[in-house]
């Protein structure tokens, strides 16, 4: 069985940074693209960023130049920095397993994420 768990979520004070942790078992990331999404209330799920099996990052716009996808392969988990936090990054994140490649495909496109993990909440107050 695949799971990823994530872990480091919590409550911050705007400016403020945190650090998400996405430890998988049950399957090796380490030739995937690994993506974390968010949803806040009301809202539909988008994608914050993902990571390549190369380290080449991709962001949303939102969110570029604040947080840093990286991954540590030996240890089989992703992470998610986050830094200078604004209430509008209040949201459920996720981690996600995704393709080998993209093939064309949007870096954010949700169906091609097969694993996700269960989520941890982030709230950023001002």
């Known amino acids: 069985q695949v799971r990823l768990v994530e872990s480091g979520g919590g409550s911050v004070q705007a400016g403020g940074s945190l650090r998400l942790s996405c430890a998988a078992s049950?399957?090796?990331?380490?030739?995937?693209?690994m993506g974390w999404f968010r949803q806040a209330p009301g809202k539909e799920r988008e994608g914050v960023g993902v990571?390549?099996?190369?380290?080449?990052?991709y962001y949303a716009g939102s969110v570029q130049g604040r947080f840093t996808i990286s991954r540590d392969n030996a240890k089989n988990e992703a992470y998610l920095q986050m830094n200078n936090l604004k209430p509008e990054d209040s949201a459920i994140y996720y981690c996600?397993?995704?393709?080998?490649?993209?093939?064309?495909?949007?870096?954010?496109?949700?169906?091609?994420?097969?694993?996700w993990g269960q989520g941890t909440q982030v709230t950023v107050s001002s």
């Open positions: 996600a397993v995704g393709p080998l490649k993209f093939g064309g495909r949007r870096w954010d496109a949700q169906d091609l994420f097969h694993y």
């Open positions: 049950g399957y090796i990331i380490g030739r995937n693209y």
């Open positions: 990571i390549s099996p190369g380290v080449i990052q």
